[in-house]
């Protein structure tokens, strides 16, 4: 009888949590469908496009925990291309690609000055 107890308590649990686990949202956007992923707490972890064929597609956002943002960057039919920006702490990574792979990379922190041009 005590063993059935603790796996009926051991169910009752596993069913309550599984209730508290947000599943991704799909909506679907013409021959693309747009997703969001969500942390355990609730908070969005990651937002993008997959196009037709399943592939990454368009503009990809990532989140931590706490909902700052930690990477954004492009895809291209499964790719990723162009800049990509990584925010980690107090600094910030500029990473320069071409069919997923890195041409350059760039890497500010608090310390470094940016020129501003207020024109």
């Not at 949590?17 to 013409?30: A, C, F, N, R, V």
């Not at 908070?43 to 064929?53: L, P, R, V, Y």
Request: hydrophobic share 35%; proline share 1%; charged share 25%.
């Amino acid at each position: 009888m005590k063993k059935l107890a603790v796996l009926f308590l051991m169910m009752c649990v596993s069913f309550v949590y599984s209730q508290d686990t947000k599943e991704p949202k799909l909506e679907k956007i013409g021959d693309q469908t747009f997703i969001t992923y969500y942390h355990d707490n609730g908070e969005i972890s990651q937002t993008g496009m997959f196009n037709a064929d399943g592939k990454v597609h368009g503009e990809w956002k990532s989140f931590d925990a706490e909902g700052n943002k930690l990477a954004l960057g492009n895809y291209d039919n499964g790719k990723k291309v162009g800049k990509w920006f990584f925010w980690q702490g107090n600094s910030l990574k500029e990473v320069d690609y071409i069919d997923s792979k890195i041409v350059s990379v760039n890497q500010w922190d608090n310390k470094t000055k940016v020129a501003l041009n207020n024109r």
